[in-house]
C-alpha cells in the first residue's frame, strides 16, 4: 500500500469531525488524493449496523455490543480502507480500532488485552500512520452533544473511562499518536495537525 492512513479519535464531542475535514481541505488543496471515512457505518455492512450500535433501543449484551462493532471494523477496511490506500490515497478515517479499545474495553469493562486482540485481528493488523487524539474533558464534550445517541447516553463514569484509557494509549504510543487539546481555538489545532502531517507525506507527484 502506498497511501497514508490518518485515525481522529476521542470522546464524544471532541471535535473529530470538525478537525478531520479542515485536515482533508487543506491536503486537497495541496494536490492530494484524499478519500474520508469513519466508523461505524461507512460500508455495507456498516449501513447496517450503525443503527443497532447507535439508535436501538435494543438492550445489547457488552460482547455482542464489541463484536458488533468488530464486524463493522473488518468490513470497512476491506471495503473502503485498504481499497484507497492500495490506490496512494491519504484516507481519513472518524474512529477506528483504539475507539472500540477505550469504549468496548475501558467504557464496558471488558478485559482490555481480548478486546484489543479482537480490535486488530478485526481490521488485519492495520495500523494508522497517525492517531490523532481531541482530547477534551469528558462533560465538556458531552455538554456539546444536543440529542445523545445511546453510546453517548452512558453515563459520566463510562465517558470517564473511555477519556483515560485513551490518554493511556496515546502515553504507551507516542510516536503514532498526536494528542491535541480540544478545546483551543480550531484554527490552532488545525496548525499542530498541519504541521504534524507536513512531516509525515511526501509532497504529491
Known amino acids: 500500500m502506498t497511501g497514508y492512513f ?17 485536515l ?4 486537497a488543496e495541496r494536490g492530494h488524493t484524499v478519500t474520508t471515512t ?11 449496523l450503525r443503527p443497532l450500535l447507535l439508535h436501538s433501543e435494543m438492550a445489547l449484551n457488552d ?9 463493522d471494523k473488518a468490513q470497512h477496511v476491506a471495503d473502503v480502507v485498504r481499497p484507497a490506500l492500495t490506490a496512494g490515497h491519504i484516507v481519513i478515517c472518524d474512529r477506528y480500532v483504539d475507539s ?30 497517525l492517531t490523532v487524539l481531541m482530547d477534551v474533558p469528558e462533560a465538556q464534550g458531552l455538554a456539546r452533544i ?7 447516553s452512558a453515563g459520566a463514569d463510562f465517558h470517564r473511562r473511555v477519556r483515560q484509557h485513551f490518554l493511556a494509549l496515546a502515553a504507551a504510543e507516542p510516536q503514532r499518536y498526536l494528542v491535541v487539546n480540544g ?15 507536513a512531516a509525515l507525506i511526501a509532497p504529491p507527484a
Open 146 to 152: 444536543a440529542d445523545p445517541d445511546r453510546i453517548e
Open 100 to 129: 472500540t479499545i477505550a469504549y468496548q474495553g475501558a467504557g464496558r469493562t471488558l478485559d482490555i488485552a481480548e478486546i484489543t486482540r479482537l480490535g486488530w485481528w478485526s481490521v488485519g493488523g492495520l495500523k494508522p500512520d
Open 183 to 197: 478545546r483551543a481555538p480550531k484554527d490552532e489545532v488545525a496548525a499542530q495537525m498541519q504541521q504534524r502531517v
Open 38 to 48: 469513519f466508523e461505524p457505518g461507512d460500508s455495507t455492512l456498516g449501513k447496517a
Open 63 to 71: 460482547r455482542a455490543e464489541a463484536l458488533l462493532y468488530a464486524a
Open 6 to 22: 490518518i485515525v481522529f479519535e476521542g470522546g464524544d464531542g471532541a471535535g473529530k469531525t470538525t478537525q478531520s475535514t479542515k
Open 24 to 27: 482533508a481541505t487543506w491536503l
